[in-house]
């Protein structure tokens, strides 16, 4: 897995969508490459942000995902 293929798979991830073969791939290249590293966990950090004060009721996960994309410029 590459860079691109890590960041693609990005929310996903995050919300434990993706398959546990995918996962562990994901994981592997997260290990290996510390800027996805460093990127996933920001935004991991930032997705508590929002679920903390916007307790899921609020936003939908697609709204959400809609609204870190247009932070980070995805
Ligand atoms: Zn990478």
Same mark, same amino acid.
């Given at each position: 897995?590459?860079? %691109?293929? $890590?960041?693609?798979? =990005? ?6 969508? =993706?398959? &546990? ?12 490459? &510390?800027?996805?590293?460093?990127? *996933?966990?920001?935004?991991?950090? *930032?997705?508590? *942000? ?6 899921? %009721?609020? $936003? ?5 995902? %809609?609204?870190? %994309?247009? =932070? *980070?410029?995805?």
């Amino acid at each position: 897995m590459n860079c %691109r293929e $890590a960041v693609e798979h =990005l929310y996903e991830y995050l919300d434990r969508e =993706l398959t &546990p073969e995918v996962e562990s791939k994901v994981r592997e290249h997260l290990k290996a490459c &510390p800027p996805c590293g460093e990127h *996933f966990d920001t935004e991991q950090a *930032f997705l508590k *942000f929002v679920e903390a004060r916007c307790r899921s %009721r609020c $936003a939908p996960p697609e709204l959400k995902r %809609r609204i870190l %994309r247009e =932070l *980070f410029g995805e």
